[in-house]
């Protein structure tokens, strides 16, 4: 069982990097960093794997998941997401057919829908 929590952990924490948005001339770490956890948690997910044979199936969907709701958090202040609610950006990210700015009527304002 604590195989398991750990994956979940590593997994969101996982989630939550890949769903962030990083600005500045060191946004690559950000992209590298949940690489490398990802990684190193499927390659200890496989090592346990014996003892523990869901922990590779646990990190993935928790990781797939924080991500998913944290990229809908980030994309909140974008101007084709501001009148959506948050479980409809979370659909639209993930089934990544979400609008783009342009793709917005000219003239249109979204803040007051």
Excluded: C, K
């Excluded at 924490?13 to 499927?42: D, E, K, N, Q, Y």
């Amino acid at each position: 069982m604590l195989i398991e929590t750990v994956a979940a952990l590593v997994g969101v924490s996982a989630g939550l990097m890949f769903g962030s948005r990083a600005t500045g001339p060191h946004r690559w770490m950000l992209t590298l960093a949940p690489l490398l956890i990802v990684a190193a948690g499927f390659i200890g997910a496989f090592a346990v794997l014996p003892t523990s044979p869901w922990a590779a199936s646990i990190f993935g969907m928790s990781s797939l998941i924080t991500n998913v709701l944290a990229s809908a958090a980030v994309r909140r202040q974008e101007p084709a997401f501001v009148a959506e609610p948050y479980w409809r950006r979370a659909l639209m990210f993930l089934s990544g057919r979400y609008p783009t700015t342009s793709a917005l009527p000219e003239g249109d304002e979204l803040a007051g829908r």
